[in-house]
């Protein structure tokens, strides 16, 4: 399965913005899905997952309570919906699947990592 991730912009500090991930196949409703984000010249960080039913979403502790992850599988699409957003919250975002048992957070668990969305955010 391919993801692709959109939505991301340049958003003013403490705006909103609503990512969202297509999926290339229905398959994907079969795989968790999760959220993850690179800054310039840092590793890739673990940000939200949701299991593949739509339940259970696990949150990064710098993004909590700001961040919504959900997912609709009429749609094939998980979203994250970003408020009060921070310029420390400026990176790729990247969304990418997992079939791995649990609720494994590393990015090494994850696969099927598309291009990743921009998300810029100002003082």
């Known amino acids: 399965v391919q993801l692709q991730a959109s939505g991301g912009g340049l958003v003013q500090a403490g705006g909103s913005l609503r990512l969202s991930c297509a999926a290339s196949?229905?398959?994907?409703?079969?795989?968790?899905a999760g959220w993850f984000r690179q800054a310039p010249g840092k590793e890739r960080e673990f940000v939200a997952r949701?299991?593949?039913?739509?339940?259970?979403?696990i949150y990064a502790d710098s993004v909590k309570g700001r961040f919504t992850i959900s997912r609709s599988n009429t749609k094939n699409t998980p979203y994250l919906q970003m408020i009060s957003l921070k310029p420390e919250d400026t990176a790729v975002y990247y969304c990418?699947?997992?079939?791995?048992?649990?609720?494994?957070?590393?990015?090494?668990?994850?696969?099927?990592w598309g291009q990743g969305t921009q998300l810029t955010v100002s003082s």
């Open positions: 990418a699947a997992t079939s791995v048992v649990g609720t494994t957070t590393q990015p090494q668990d994850f696969h099927s």
């Open positions: 196949e229905r398959t994907f409703i079969n795989y968790h």
């Open positions: 949701i299991s593949r039913n739509g339940v259970n979403p």
